[in-house]
């Protein structure tokens, strides 16, 4: 196979899984204009694909305030999955359970939530001892493989919002009120099982 045709195939190949999970989950697009799949089409249809870019403005963001089992979503301008394009697990001090392509499911330091433009901290209205055991569940992710499009039910790939997804549902908590295949950061912020403790951008 030449370079040409790997070059075709590959976004070919992309737009028919695409293709495959809309029509697989036409009655929850129609019906639901708050699904990841529906936001995805209106946000590629207005020019918005991508996670998004801008630049933080200054301000005093208070990581002091949380506590293990917080999520915290950041985000940027144009993304194409909602206010928010990445979430991540407090685990206390000063550490957060993340996923990204070239880590894959890992434990980063908590600073670098300072350069998002768009901020939200979401507190999980259940017990401390049910947050123990998130943290658990959620640690025993740590070196799992990355994919972006990680769908909820699934035990081989892991993206930033479904390692939380997955970590309060094994407690009996489900953190997407949508039920969607895949869940998007934006689907915490709009649980009914959490409030939001603090939240900046626009």
């Given amino acids: 196979m030449n370079d040409k045709s790997r070059i075709i195939i590959f976004p ?9 999970v809309i029509l697989q989950n ?59 394009s990445h979430a991540g697990l407090y685990l206390g001090e000063g550490e957060v359970l993340e996923a990204y392509v070239d880590y894959g499911v890992c434990i980063q ?8 433009t768009e901020l939200c901290f979401i507190r999980a209205n259940v017990s401390n001892e049910l947050k123990t055991k998130v943290i658990a569940a959620a640690r025993s992710y740590a070196g799992e493989t990355f994919y972006p499009v990680a769908f909820k039910q699934n035990d081989r790939f892991y993206n930033c919002s479904n390692i939380i997804w997955k970590a309060y549902q094994e407690q009996g908590i489900n953190l997407d009120i949508n ?15 959490v409030s939001v403790i603090f939240e900046k951008g626009m």
């Fill in 109 to 116: 330091p908590l600073g670098h939530y300072e350069n998002y």
């Fill in 26 to 84: 036409w009655q929850m697009l129609t019906n639901n204009k708050n699904s990841v799949v529906y936001t995805y089409l209106r946000s590629f249809a207005s020019g918005e694909i991508g996670s998004g870019y801008g630049s933080a403005t200054a301000g005093d963001i208070p990581f002091s305030i949380l506590e293990p089992g917080d999520i915290l979503l950041g985000g940027w301008p144009n993304c194409a999955y909602g206010k928010y």
């Fill in 12 to 20: 070919v190949l992309v737009l028919l899984l695409l293709l495959l």
């Fill in 179 to 193: 039920n969607d295949i895949w869940i998007a950061p934006e689907s915490f912020r709009n649980s009914p099982y």
